[in-house]
């Protein structure tokens, strides 16, 4: 096994802990290189070693190890797993002057150690969190019965890995399945939002693909992903490359075509994930005046308190009741455009009339106050004063390269490329090498790369 390195504060308690994928011994305040231990000492001679100069026979010992469940506290996840209530909030304590506890999420993992003395009594001695996948929280018991907390940070090895598909049931469902994260997916999605209707115009059978980065533990595990290097979009909608890059004059990450043209458009297609188009732009029969008249935008249904998005950068310039609109938002951007949003059963916090948002920033969530017959975002786009349909508009484009920012990105791009083409090339080396076969059978099993295992449905 390979030598683990971590780096941990000041003030690290003499310990080993063996079993939670980490190795911890010393006291240090710089990296320091621990060698996980083949064998598992008795966990009895752990406790007594880190927690307790009692002799490690009267001792009875246990680690369990949880999901946190919706809704639940440290407190109560410690709790539910039979720890003494004041020994577990100094646990609590002590491991919230390194984490916030706050973000615990339903479904991490809550490891603890307890020791049931002779005469019965059960005592929490150690608690490990693990908030990141390269970073643990360890809280542990001294001698004197006082509590501490140290932070464990592992040194993972970048990689970068590629996949690449044709859609079966959605991109989501066939990247996911072949290996890429949801992050990478979401990522995918904010590449190309500006140019693709996910839900309208992605169809089975357009090919996609991404490379992103990796990160591995020293066991050679893949434990983390990174961020989107390469975007690809081969289908009836759209048929592009993305890459990522960051100028130099001005630091800002984005994503360009092959010509160095940036993804990000003026104005966001749709302000809205996951949504269903209920009603386009132009004449119909109003749903509750019955009569015609012109719908000035685009309605797009969804569940109630699903998130709106600013279409653009711009000044909130209505924000709050207004007619038949409900709660209603309205934002001014440059070039002459203004864009509106109706209906919402809220408004995000923090924001006003007068205040300045980003595109991509909530500003409120779906709902059916006003004049409606159901939760949907009624969203309009003006240019000029004038309604415009926004499926259909062609929107400004943001940055293009040139000169020495040009040339630099070609390098970045080729490096890029090259990344994909040797991951390509190792994928598919693996999948023609002969897996191994059983004593006295014959034959070789073919493993599938990639970019061609089969997709996994997923609710």
């Not at 780096?7 to 080993?16: D, I, L, N």
């Not at 009267?58 to 506290?73: F, G």
């Amino acid at each position: 096994m390979k030598n683990a390195w971590f780096e941990w504060g000041v003030g690290a308690a003499a310990a080993v802990l063996v079993g939670t994928g980490f190795v911890y011994a010393g006291v240090s305040t710089r990296a320091v290189e621990a060698t996980p231990l083949n064998d598992e000492p008795d966990p009895r001679e752990l406790i007594a070693a880190y927690t307790s100069a009692i002799d490690a026979s009267a001792l009875s010992s246990e680690m369990k190890r949880v999901s946190v469940l919706r809704n639940e506290t440290l407190s109560s996840v410690l709790d539910r797993i039979g720890a003494p209530r004041h020994e577990a909030n100094s646990a609590v304590y002590a491991a919230s002057q390194l984490l916030d506890l706050r973000g615990m999420r339903p479904g991490d993992d809550v490891t603890a150690w307890l020791e049931t003395g002779a005469d019965g009594d059960v005592r929490l001695v150690g608690v490990s969190l693990r908030p990141e996948a390269d970073r643990q929280i360890l809280v542990s018991r001294a001698v004197d019965g006082s509590w501490s907390s140290h932070e464990l940070v592992a040194k993972l090895t970048p990689g970068i890995n590629y996949v690449a598909a044709d859609v079966d049931q959605s991109i989501y469902q066939t990247a996911t399945a072949l290996g890429a994260g949801d992050q990478q997916v979401v990522d995918f999605a904010d590449i190309f939002g500006y140019d693709i209707d996910f839900q309208r115009e992605v169809h089975t059978g357009d090919r996609f693909g991404m490379l992103y980065e990796t990160f591995e533990d020293e066991r050679g595990a893949q434990v983390k992903t990174g961020v989107v290097l390469m975007a690809e979009m081969d289908g009836a909608g759209l048929t592009k490359t993305f890459y990522r890059y960051t100028p130099s004059d001005d630091g800002s990450v984005d994503y360009f075509d092959e010509n160095g043209q940036s993804a990000k458009k003026f104005l966001m297609k749709t302000p809205i994930n996951g949504a269903r188009l209920s009603s386009g732009f132009g004449n119909r029969r109003h749903p509750i005046l019955g009569y015609t008249k012109l719908h000035k935008g685009t309605d797009f249904a969804a569940p109630t308190g699903t998130p709106i998005y600013a279409a653009g950068n711009g000044k909130i310039v209505s924000y709050g009741p207004f007619s038949t609109y409900g709660h209603y938002a309205k934002i001014e951007h440059a070039n002459g455009y203004t864009t509106a949003y109706a209906h919402m059963s809220r408004y995000a916090k923090g924001l006003k009339r007068g205040s300045h948002v980003k595109q991509g920033q909530v500003i409120g969530y779906v709902g059916s106050t006003g004049a409606s017959t159901g939760p949907h975002l009624h969203y309009e786009v003006y240019a000029h004063g004038k309604p415009v349909n926004a499926m259909t508009l062609k929107l400004p484009t943001g940055r293009k390269l040139e000169g020495e920012q040009l040339e630099a990105f070609h390098a970045e791009r080729a490096r890029i490329e090259a990344l994909r083409d040797a991951e390509l090339a190792q994928q598919q080396m693996a999948a023609a090498a002969p897996a191994p076969t059983l004593r006295g059978t014959t034959g070789y099993a073919s493993v599938p790369t990639a970019a061609s295992a089969p997709a996994e449905t997923r609710e």
